[in-house]
């Protein structure tokens, strides 16, 4: 990363052992390999922006040339090419397998704010075609946790984890990568010295606590571990029960939502109107998965929509309910209003954020199809409807599924009432 701070390099761990699946092993072989001098002599001329040490080129190079299995290495954030160009080289002096490079390439993680001038494909390519390895490289400009999800059911002998920093970032690169290493297979952590990453620190050490994987020491500033023989399942339950310790949910593993319950505000200013479909539009009110806004309600929608959107505001205390003026538009994270404003008043909901609109004719399955046409015309989904009641999702796959989560534990757990506003 651009932004990363140099760290302050330790002492050198002597690792147990002297077999060919020492990490000190792969270094004295590496050090004494002609193919690793070439390309550390191509690497000093290319110009590749890196924190690289001594130990930590040739523990690139020897891992992917000397360890077992057939080579197919993964490195989660490669930013100019540092660390690739000697796992790169490795395979190549192995002569099967192929590095497998996954960063977007933006200069930094892809929710921090990055200028064009930053991005570092160009770069990247650059270097490897300087230090003779490109052909060994396999390029995913991607999201880490995208291109694992459609990663083929192919084992990976080592992952080089040096992608977003953030403790969340990390632990994602994590449980989405080391499953997926074989058995007897190496998982590698950037930046395990350094101090100014508090965060990952702290997501190390807990690595330390799961089974599956065996903590192997430290050389220079990358922390080394072996992949075990525990199935995938258990080290993802481990990892699972450790972020709930910390109030965190994983997205793969949703249970504990499961044992939410409603909260007592729920339905507590609601009418107590039978019309079909009013529950229904409250309750996804209530519950809508978006950012914490307003409620909105237009004249037009009548008094039906004003007395339901005030009664959800009040319930949830997360935001007031107001009155929206179309010459002064507000965000809002739920909107009711007349079906000739859905196509305006779509564009003031927030990601995530409900449309609600009533049939204004006698509900029959041709009308209500018709305003179903309107809500998708739109840019809504997830459209539907229950007796006069229809209702549809602004732009939901703009949220992530921790969002979601975070959203719906928010329902569960509302904060605070808010005072009303006119």
């Not at 110009?47 to 190079?61: I, P, Q, S």
């Not at 807990?206 to 080290?235: C, H, M, N, W």
């Not at 237009?298 to 959800?312: C, D, H, K, S, Y």
């Amino acid at each position: 990363m651009w932004w990363k701070p140099r760290p302050i390099r330790g002492l050198a761990t002597q690792f147990p052992g002297s077999g060919p699946e020492s990490p000190d092993e792969w270094i004295r072989c590496a050090e004494a390999d002609s193919r690793f001098r070439e390309v550390h002599a191509r690497f000093a001329g290319a110009g590749v922006m890196n924190w690289l040490t001594e130990r930590e080129k040739a523990l690139h190079f020897g891992i992917a040339a000397f360890s077992s299995g057939s080579g197919i290495v993964v490195e989660l954030g490669t930013f100019e090419g540092g660390a690739a160009m000697f796992l790169a080289a490795g395979v190549a002096r192995r002569g099967q397998g192929r590095l497998v490079s996954v960063d977007p390439h933006f200069g930094g993680p892809p929710w921090l704010g990055m200028a064009t001038h930053q991005r570092t494909s160009a770069k990247f390519l650059a270097h490897a075609e300087a230090c003779g390895v490109r052909e060994w490289i396999d390029v995913r400009i991607g999201d880490s946790s995208a291109v694992a999800a459609v990663w083929p059911a192919e084992p990976i002998d080592v992952v080089f984890i040096d992608g977003d920093h953030s403790y969340l970032g990390a632990l994602r690169d994590f449980e989405c990568w080391a499953p997926k290493v074989r058995p007897g297979g190496w998982i590698l952590i950037d930046d395990a010295d350094d101090t100014a990453l508090p965060e990952l620190l702290e997501l190390i050490e807990e690595v330390k606590t799961i089974s599956g994987v065996a903590y192997v020491g430290l050389v220079d500033g990358v922390a080394v571990f072996r992949r075990g023989e525990t199935p995938p399942q258990r080290l993802l339950a481990d990892v699972s029960a450790l972020t709930q310790r910390r109030g965190s949910i994983r997205p793969w593993d949703m249970s504990p939502i499961h044992e939410m319950t409603l909260p007592a505000s729920y339905r507590k200013s609601c009418s107590q109107s039978h019309e079909p479909g009013e529950a229904d539009a409250y309750q996804l009110a209530f519950l809508v998965k978006s950012q914490p806004g307003m409620y909105g309600y237009t004249p037009a929608a009548g008094e039906r929509a004003n007395r339901l959107i005030r009664a959800v505001a009040i319930d949830r205390g997360d935001g007031p309910a107001i009155e929206i003026d179309p010459r002064t538009p507000q965000p809002c994270k739920v909107i009711f209003c007349a079906v000739d404003e859905v196509a305006t008043c779509s564009s003031w909901l927030t990601p995530g954020g409900l449309m609600l609109t009533l049939n204004p004719a006698n509900p029959t399955h041709e009308s209500s199809i018709g305003i179903r046409r309107t809500m998708l015309d739109a840019g809504l989904e997830g459209c539907g409807w229950v007796g006069a009641f229809h209702w549809g999702v602004r732009r939901p796959f703009l949220l992530s599924a921790e969002a979601v989560i975070e959203y719906t534990k928010t329902a569960y757990c509302p904060p605070k009432e808010i005072p009303q506003r006119a």
